[in-house]
């Protein structure tokens, strides 16, 4: 799922070539990202477009050759002139008088002729790893290797047109592996294949052959002309372009230049946070407005920032007992919560204040529910393939933490903040608590040798910025105690996680939204919801996503069967704020809510529960000394290993196979559980608090 879906779209024609391009935002000033190589399309400026669109109105284009451009054969058609053609006549299209103009490689230079040949149209330019002509390419990419011929080229001998048409994907994959030469780098070399697929090795071969008749002086000629403020940004170790190219080009045109150490060729893909921290900046001192004055600490009280994961409605319920706990200590604590529905209703009914910010947040929830199948969820792969949301989120949130001048931020697994901090610990403006329930991505064993490749990878990543940058987090705490720790290791050659983990985590305990011992007796709360007496009340819930459509509809077949053996059963289905109760076809008997939001209270008085395999929704469960079915969702690695492993240790509830459980089966587990339940181990009461007197030495 994308960050941002385009405001509007169109098209312009030049002699016969249709260009597509896209409009995101409709900010007062005007940014447009010009095309790099047509090896890859406009959707390589995927981690930028989504953020800058919320203060731009940002145009963007398919280059001649990819995504959803014509593919001419003519190969003057791909001379940078006409790259600079198309650019002008999308600006007249889209009645834009002027913009700043933003380019990776071959855009780069697009953007310099366009500054040269009509500067009246350019407020500000950014080249990236930018083609400079007046400079020598890399040796390997030179005229004579691009026509060549070898008969079995390796490494950048397949940089030439005879192997682009006839290996050309197997040249994306070694050029690619250059162009990201960072570790750690796969799902953007995932991402720039997937765009290559739309491209072709005879567009390569043309475009190698295009004679350029443009309007345009000697390069060195039409740099010069460049009036506008400029900034090149180039990696240290990019193997596509020389960084010397944007040296010179920042020496000619008088701009700024900065070189990136350890960097390859793609920086704005690679290196997000940094790459469009630093553009925002440039374009904020040339063509923007100076920042807000900001109030002294001083003068106000201690304030925090807390982010809360929208992945389930029991992360709110936690961070809010948390929330509670720390303002008895700091009665003067001011809570600003940036958070995506449905966490927003349900802070909202607690009278918890929303950053405005949380508006602007592109929706995580709905990212994991058009990943998920038929109870079915790869929690891993949805969150890989959420980058694209998680660092729109990131800058969201970058923007909020510099303008509030928080004295504390409080993150509950919010993985860009732990992620960007960590890989750019200049933007931390604050202390900061990081909260999780496990620690290690882990691969599902049917999924083969791939993802067990990738979890590993990302996990080393993670080891690798704590052990490197340990200063980053003040405070990290798990959910949890040692025990809690799954008895594996993160991968191959790395450590161990119950050796690792405590090593680097502090240890809250269990957190409760609120203990269900002080909820009062069972009889109590039965009688305040109005159970009646003797009847068996079963409690269906499956959490705060839409996920859970299949089970419901699952579970619902099962209860004329349970009731058939338990004419006392009363089934009560919470379907969670993104499910319609409307939906689904209730058999008699059965109720349906779309919210509840005193549910915890309400597991701790039913007889019964069928759930999902979240962790928080289970261990209230547990707390309470509930029976209960629980159903993990295929694929999701935490739910089958994490969590599955927690609730054998306090012998709570029963693990139910989705794909074994037919409605018979799922009705007889309730039968059995009603007439036998368990004894569960006692579940700490002190966590909120323990977490709160943690987080309290950093205010």
């Not at 994306?172 to 953007?188: G, I, V």
């Not at 982010?307 to 600003?336: F, N, Y």
């Not at 490197?468 to 450590?495: N, Q």
Request: hydrophobic share 40%.
């Amino acid at each position: 799922m994308r960050a941002a879906t385009p405001t509007s779209e169109g098209m312009i024609v030049r002699d016969g070539v249709t260009v597509h391009y896209a409009i995101h935002g409709d900010g007062p000033r005007t940014l447009m990202f010009l095309p790099a190589w047509p090896i890859v399309h406009s959707r390589v400026y995927k981690a930028q477009i989504p953020y800058f669109a919320d203060h731009f109105r940002v145009i963007s284009f398919d280059p001649r050759g990819n995504g959803l451009s014509d593919r001419p054969e003519d190969p003057d058609a791909y001379a940078p002139s006409q790259n600079v053609a198309d650019a002008l006549a999308i600006l007249d299209a889209t009645d834009t008088a002027k913009a700043s103009l933003i380019g990776l490689s071959l855009g780069g230079l697009y953007a310099a002729l366009i500054a040269a040949h009509a500067p009246e149209r350019v407020t500000a330019l950014v080249g990236c790893g930018a083609v400079v002509p007046f400079v020598p390419p890399h040796p390997h990419k030179s005229v004579d290797v691009v026509r060549a011929t070898p008969e079995a080229p390796e490494g950048w001998d397949k940089f030439n047109a005879r192997y682009w048409q006839t290996d050309y994907a197997d040249f994306c994959a070694f050029f690619f592996s250059r162009m990201f030469c960072e570790p750690h780098s796969t799902k953007q070399i995932e991402d720039a294949l997937s765009w290559a697929a739309d491209g072709s090795g005879e567009v390569l071969a043309r475009m190698s052959l295009a004679e350029d008749r443009g309007p345009y002086p000697a390069p060195e000629e039409a740099y010069g002309r460049i009036r506008c403020p400029s900034l090149w940004v180039h990696g240290e170790r990019d193997e596509v372009t020389p960084w010397q190219m944007s040296e010179a080009a920042a020496r000619v045109t008088g701009g700024e230049f900065q070189l990136w150490a350890g960097v390859g060729h793609g920086a704005n893909a690679r290196y997000p946070a940094r790459f469009k921290t630093l553009v925002r900046a440039f374009l904020d001192r040339h063509t923007g407005t100076p920042p807000p004055v900001k109030r002294t600490r001083s003068q106000r009280p201690k304030r925090a920032l807390y982010l809360s994961s929208p992945i389930g409605l029991g992360h709110a319920r936690r961070d809010l007992a948390v929330t509670r706990e720390l303002r008895i200590l700091h009665p003067e604590l001011e809570v600003h919560w940036l958070a995506q529905d449905p966490v927003t209703r349900f802070l909202s009914a607690n009278d918890e204040v929303l950053h405005p910010a949380s508006a602007r947040l592109a929706n995580e929830s709905a990212h994991i529910e058009a990943e998920a199948g038929e109870h079915d969820l790869n929690a891993f792969q949805a969150i890989r393939n959420m980058d694209e949301i998680l660092i729109k989120n990131f800058m969201v949130f970058q923007e909020a933490v510099e303008d509030g001048d928080y004295d504390l931020v409080i993150a509950d697994e919010a993985w860009d903040v732990d992620h960007y901090w960590h890989e750019h610990p200049d933007l931390k403006r604050a202390p900061v608590a990081w909260f999780t329930d496990f620690v290690g991505w882990v691969p599902i064993p049917e999924n083969g040798a791939r993802e067990a490749f990738l979890t590993a990878d990302y996990n080393a990543e993670m080891i690798g910025h704590v052990e490197a940058k340990p200063g980053v987090r003040d405070r990290a705490i798990f959910v949890g105690g040692p025990e809690d720790i799954i008895p594996m290791s993160f991968g191959p050659d790395l450590p161990q996680m119950r050796d690792w983990v405590p090593a680097h985590y502090d240890f809250s305990g269990y957190i409760i939204g609120q203990h269900p011992a002080s909820f009062g007796s069972r009889a109590e709360l039965r009688e305040r919801f109005g159970y009646r007496e003797g009847e068996k009340v079963c409690i269906v819930t499956v959490g705060g996503s839409g996920v859970g459509a299949s089970l419901i509809r699952r579970i619902l077949n099962a209860y004329p069967i349970a009731r058939a053996r338990i004419p006392e059963l009363r089934m009560i289905v919470v379907t969670g704020p993104r499910l319609n109760p409307a939906a689904f076809k209730l058999p008699k008997g059965v109720e349906a809510r779309a919210f509840v939001p005193d549910l915890d209270r309400h597991l701790a008085a039913c007889d019964l529960a069928l759930v999902q395999g979240g962790l928080t929704t289970t261990m209230e469960l547990t707390a309470a000394g509930t029976p209960f079915l629980y159903f993990p969702l295929k694929n999701h690695f935490e739910q089958n290993f994490h969590v599955a492993q927690r609730l054998d240790r306090y012998n709570a509830g029963r693990r139910m196979i989705y794909d074994q459980s037919d409605p018979e089966r799922i009705a007889q587990a309730m039968v059995e559980e009603l007439a036998a339940p368990r004894v569960m181990r006692p579940v700490e009461a002190d966590g909120a608090r323990r977490a709160a007197n943690m987080l309290s030495d950093l205010l």
